[in-house]
């Protein structure tokens, strides 16, 4: 009897060992899971997904085309704000989708890959949608839906979008891409990422279009300064530099120093950064183009630009420095640094519509048939203008828009667009490798 109850003492006991240890291995493991599913999140954060390292690491673009009539929603009217991704292997875009059955238009921000084709609808609106800037490093897309202005974490597979402020006009990252300049209806602001802070730095209600130094050292900016133009214009402008160094706004120009100077500012960009400003001026009396020297603070008139084209503008800048600025409808000039010497001129058969530096010493531009009641509407070619031998590189005949040269991987892209009674569709986005 005694054997039995010891037999039986023995078994409780190895049982209960077992039911404890058993116990901790199960503990150990979901310890092991939660751990596991938290590192999961964190390298989730902190690393592209695998398409995009993939497409990272391919930089050769095989493909000649992207067939966006194969998406479950129409692409319509392009907005003119297509951005190239750093490594030169996505574009982005916004336009709209006249696909809801209800007959309301949807606003889209798209991104496609140009190694595999593949489009990504990164978000939708009834609210209008403009792309405003793509990061240096790569990491992130500035957009504004309505007033709202948002970031999407391209690299983030979790938590993508980001809602930065609201009521704002325009905006743009940092060359360090650790910041956001951007103008409200209250002033020039600053959202910094390392610490999620907003700073502003100026108070006009017409503050405009920020514009970052390479170095970070000072913003270009259109001051609002005071004095109410009438006619919806709001208040006019000058030309000024905030300098973070000094915490202070620096004058450059300004119309009640100078008559002759425009009143209101439009937009404004780099042509050498630091040194030279592509600008343009006017409201509903027209748009006006100028290009600023910051150097000798010599503001260079250009002349009008009409809508639809027509009208001298800056288009683009070589390794050189040396830029494009059409003249009329036909003819364009190339001209050196700083406007100061004109270095040839050509003229098209036919209007022409854009112009891209491309290399060295080759421009690329659109030349086509212009239609006054849709200005969507461009029927043309697209050429390689070689400025030493005026040699024609590439011919391509149909309705096209939104030129783009991509130098890190020596391809141009453009759209291949459709009107149909007055409704523009595009059809693809056409890629040619340049030998």
Known sequence: MKKIILIMMIFILVFTVACN??????????????NSELQEEKENE????????????????????????????????????????????FVAFSCFSASDDN????????????????VTILTESEKSIRLLDWSKDGKRILYRLGQDLYVYNVYMEKNTISKIDDRVFSASFSPKSNKIAYSRDDGIWIYNFNDNSKQQLTEGKYDYYPLWYPDES?????????????????????????????????????YKDNKELPKKYRKSQWISPGKLVHIVSGWDDGWYEHILNLETQEMIDLGERFLGGGGPFITDINKEDRMIVK?????????????????????????????????????????????????????????????????????????????????????????????????????????????
């Open 21 to 34: 240890n058993e116990t901790i291995e199960n503990n150990n493991t979901n310890s092991d899971n939660q």
């Open 46 to 89: 902190e690393k592209p997904n695998e398409e995009k390292q993939s497409d990272k690491e391919r930089e050769t673009i095989e493909i000649s085309e992207i067939d966006f009539t194969k998406l479950d929603k129409p692409l319509n009217y392009y907005n003119q704000d297509m951005k190239v991704s750093p490594d030169g292997n």
């Open 218 to 254: 000072h913003l270009l900016f259109f001051k609002d300064l005071g004095e109410n133009l009438g006619d919806g214009a709001g208040n006019g402008q000058g030309i000024y530099i905030y300098s973070f160094k000094d915490n202070k706004e620096i004058k450059i120009l300004s």
């Open 103 to 118: 007959g309301k238009m949807k606003n889209l921000l798209v991104r496609a890959s140009l190694v595999t084709g593949k």
């Open 327 to 435: 003249l009329d409808n036909s003819e364009a000039e190339i001209f050196g640094k700083g406007m100061d010497s004109k270095i040839k001129s050509f003229e098209s058969k036919y209007n022409i519509i854009e112009l891209e530096a491309v290399g060295n010493n080759s421009f690329i531009y659109l030349e086509g048939e212009l239609y006054p009641d849709q200005f969507s509407e461009i029927e043309g070619v697209r050429l390689i203008y070689d400025e030493n031998n005026d040699k024609k590189m590439i011919e391509d005949f149909g309705d096209f828009s939104g030129l783009e040269f991509i130098e890190q991987n020596n391809i141009l892209i453009y759209f291949e667009n459709e009107n149909n009674n007055g409704m523009t569709k595009i059809l693809k986005l056409k890629i040619k490798k340049l030998e």
